[in-house]
C-alpha cells in the first residue's frame, strides 16, 4: 500500500471511528431494532418483521404527530426564512439604529431554547401573561393560550420563529454584503426600479444563501423539540406532539423501544428524503459561483 | 413618492426589532423587580437582586455552570483535536477511498445526532458511560460539520507553502501544525464560537442521558428547577433563566462583531 494511503487512512480514522460510532451506527442498530419486539422483564425482542410499522399506521398519535409536524414545518420554514430576508434587507441599508435593529435580531439566537420557552411560557400564562394582558386593553378575556387545542401549536410555532429568524438573517446579509456594488449602480443607469431589480438580480444571486438557510430550517423542524418538553409536553391531548418529542416519551417515558425506533425510522427516512429533494430538485435550480 | 415608501421601511424595520426585543425586556423587568410587579408596570418599581438570590440559593447552579463549562471545553478540544486531521487530509492528500469516506462523512449533515437519542442511548449504557459528562459530549466529537469547515479552509492554503515547507524537511504533522493550523485561526474563531453556543444551548440529548446533579448541565438544571419545586413564582425563575443564558448573551453584546462574523464565516461555504 502507498504511504500516503496509510498516512490518509490515520489522519482520518478518530474523526471516522466517532462519527460511525455515534450516527451510522446507531442508524443501523434503530434500523434493526424496529423489526423486533420490545424487550419485557425476561422475554428477549422476538422478530416481527414490518410489524411495528404497520402498528404505527393505525397509531393516532402517530398521525397526529406527523400531522403537527408538517404543520410546524410548513408554518416555521417560510416565516422564519422570509422575516430573516427582510430582516437583513433591512439592516443592509442605511436606516438610523442599524446595529441595535441587528443586535435586537439576532440576540434570540444567542439564548438557550429553554431559556426561551421558559420566558415564552410566562407570556401564554392565562391571566396574568403578556399576552392576557395585551388583550385584555382591547377588552379581550382570558385565554389558555397552551391549555387550548387550536392555540397550542400556533404557539409553540411562534416561539420556534421569533428565535429562529435572526439566525438565518446573518446569513442573508453576508450574502448581500458580498454583493458587487456595482450591479446596482448598473440597474439605476437602466432605469429599473427597485422591485425589479430584488426580483431579477437580488432573489436569484441569493439563491445559494436560501438552499443553505433552507435546509438548517428543514433540520430544525424536525429537530427542535426543547420548548415543547418544557411548555406543553406534547399536550393537551396532543395538540402539540412533534415526531421527535414522540420519539423521546417512547424511548424515554414508556421505554417502549420498538415504537421509539420505528418512530426513528420514520424521520430518518423523512430526513433523507427532503435531502434529496433540496439537493436533487432545488440544488440543479441553483447557480454557484 | 420615494421619501413614504422609504420611512415606511424603516417604521417596519423598527417595529420587528422592538417586537424581537420585547420578549427579553419583559424578562429583564421580571427579573429585577419583586414578584408583585412580575405583571405591573411601574416607573417607581424598586429595582432587587432578591430574585437571583434566592434562585441561585434554590438549586445548585454553581455545580451546573462548571458541568457546561467542562462539557463545552472538552467538546470544543477534542473536536479541533479529531477535526483537523481528518479536514487536512480530506483537502491536501490523495489516498484510496478518500472520496467514499468524505460522501459517509457528509451524510451526518442532515441526520444528527440528535435524532439518534434512543440508539445512542444504549451504546452509552453499553459502554457504561450513562450519567457522565464524557456520555453527553461523545456523539458531537466527531463533527462532519467541523471537518467540512476546516477542509474548505484549508483548500484556500496556497499550494506553495505546503511545497516550501516540504522542502525545509518538515514532516506531514508538523507541515499541518506549522502552515495549516495558524493560518485557519478565524475558521478555528468561527467554529469554536458556533460550537459552544449549540453544547451551551443543547438540551434534549443532555436530558436523556444525565440523571444526576453531578453531571446535568445548565439546561437541564434549568428545566428541572424551573418545572419541580418553584410553583409559578415568575420572577424566581425568570431571574435563573437569565443567570443560565448570562454567560454568552454577555459574551456576545461585548464581541457582537466577531460572533456575527464567525456565524456568516461557519455559514458560507
Redesign the interface.
Known amino acids: 500500500?502507498?504511504k500516503?494511503?496509510v498516512?490518509?487512512?490515520l489522519?482520518?480514522l478518530?474523526?471516522?471511528?466517532?462519527?460511525?460510532?455515534?450516527?451510522?451506527?446507531?442508524?443501523a442498530?434503530?434500523l434493526i431494532?424496529s423489526l423486533y419486539t420490545t424487550p419485557k422483564g425476561s422475554r428477549p425482542p422476538r422478530f416481527v418483521g414490518l410489524d411495528n410499522f404497520t402498528d404505527l399506521a393505525t397509531d393516532p398519535v402517530f398521525w397526529m404527530a406527523m400531522r403537527n409536524n408538517a404543520i410546524y414545518a410548513l408554518w416555521t420554514i417560510p416565516a422564519s426564512v422570509i422575516?430573516a430576508l427582510?430582516?437583513a434587507l433591512?439592516?443592509n441599508?442605511a436606516?438610523?439604529?442599524r446595529a441595535?435593529?441587528?443586535?435586537?435580531?439576532?440576540?434570540?439566537t444567542?439564548?438557550?431554547?429553554?431559556?426561551?420557552a421558559?420566558?415564552?411560557l410566562?407570556?401564554y400564562?392565562p391571566d396574568?401573561?403578556?399576552f392576557d394582558?395585551i388583550l385584555g386593553w382591547f377588552g379581550g378575556g382570558r385565554h389558555n393560550w397552551l391549555g387550548d387545542r387550536d392555540t397550542a401549536l400556533p404557539a409553540m410555532i411562534a416561539v420556534a420563529v421569533?428565535k429562529e429568524?435572526?439566525?438565518f438573517m446573518?446569513?442573508y446579509?453576508?450574502a448581500l454584503q458580498a454583493m458587487p456594488p456595482d450591479l446596482k449602480e448598473c440597474a439605476a443607469l437602466e432605469g429599473s426600479s427597485r422591485l425589479n431589480f430584488f426580483r431579477r438580480v437580488t432573489l436569484p444571486l441569493l439563491m445559494p444563501t436560501t438552499l443553505?438557510v433552507l435546509?438548517n430550517a428543514v433540520?430544525n423542524a424536525?429537530?427542535l423539540?426543547?420548548h415543547v418538553?418544557?411548555m406543553t409536553r406534547g399536550g393537551p391531548d396532543n395538540a402539540t406532539i412533534l415526531l421527535?418529542y414522540y420519539?423521546?416519551e417512547a424511548?424515554?417515558r414508556f421505554w417502549d423501544?420498538a415504537l421509539?425506533?420505528t418512530l426513528?425510522v420514520v424521520?430518518?427516512a423523512l430526513?433523507?428524503l427532503l435531502?434529496w429533494l433540496q439537493f436533487g430538485v432545488l440544488g440543479k435550480r441553483v447557480h454557484y459561483r | 413618492m420615494r421619501i413614504p415608501t422609504r420611512s415606511l421601511e424603516i417604521l417596519g424595520a423598527w417595529i420587528l426589532a422592538v417586537l424581537w426585543v420585547l420578549p427579553l425586556l419583559y424578562a429583564l423587568w421580571t427579573a429585577f423587580h419583586p414578584g408583585e410587579y412580575a405583571t405591573r408596570f411601574s416607573l417607581t418599581a424598586p429595582l432587587t437582586l432578591e430574585n437571583f438570590r434566592n434562585a441561585w440559593a434554590a438549586a445548585p447552579f454553581a455545580r451546573y455552570f462548571l458541568n457546561t463549562t467542562i462539557l463545552v471545553t472538552l467538546i470544543l478540544v477534542a473536536q479541533f483535536a479529531v477535526c483537523t486531521p481528518a479536514a487536512f487530509a480530506f483537502a491536501r492528500m490523495e489516498f484510496a477511498g478518500r472520496n467514499v469516506l468524505f460522501a459517509i462523512m457528509l451524510m451526518q449533515l442532515m441526520v444528527m445526532p440528535d435524532v439518534l437519542l434512543v440508539g445512542n442511548y444504549r451504546t452509552m449504557a453499553k459502554l457504561g458511560l450513562v450519567d457522565t459528562i464524557l456520555a453527553i459530549a461523545l456523539p458531537y466529537l466527531g463533527s462532519a460539520f467541523g471537518i467540512f469547515l476546516l477542509r474548505q479552509t484549508f483548500l484556500t492554503v496556497p499550494q506553495q507553502l505546503d511545497d516550501a515547507a516540504r522542502l525545509e524537511g518538515c514532516t506531514l504533522l508538523g507541515r499541518l501544525w506549522r502552515v495549516y493550523v495558524p493560518l485557519a485561526r478565524p475558521t478555528y474563531i468561527a467554529y469554536g464560537l458556533v460550537s459552544v453556543s449549540y453544547h451551551w444551548n443543547n438540551f434534549l440529548w443532555p436530558l436523556v442521558i444525565t440523571n444526576s446533579v453531578n453531571t446535568r448541565p445548565l439546561t437541564v438544571g434549568l428545566s428541572i428547577f424551573a418545572s419541580t419545586d418553584q410553583g409559578i413564582d415568575w420572577s424566581i425563575i425568570t431571574a435563573a433563566t437569565l443567570m443560565t443564558s448570562a454567560p454568552l448573551l454577555v459574551a456576545f453584546l461585548l464581541f457582537q462583531r466577531q460572533f456575527v462574523q464567525s456565524f456568516m464565516r461557519a455559514g458560507i461555504r
Open positions: 500500500m502507498r500516503e494511503t498516512q490518509g487512512w489522519l482520518v478518530p474523526a471516522l471511528i466517532l462519527l460511525v460510532a455515534f450516527t451510522h451506527w446507531p442508524a442498530t434503530t431494532d422575516l427582510l430582516m433591512a439592516v441599508t436606516i438610523p439604529g441595535l435593529a441587528r443586535m435586537a435580531y439576532f440576540t434570540p444567542m439564548l438557550p431554547m429553554i431559556a426561551v421558559n420566558i415564552w410566562f407570556f400564562t396574568y401573561g403578556l394582558h421569533w429568524a435572526g439566525f446573518i446569513f446579509l453576508a443553505f435546509v433540520i424536525f429537530r423539540v426543547d418538553v418544557v421527535l420519539i423521546y424511548g424515554f423501544t421509539a425506533a426513528t424521520l430518518l430526513l433523507g435531502a
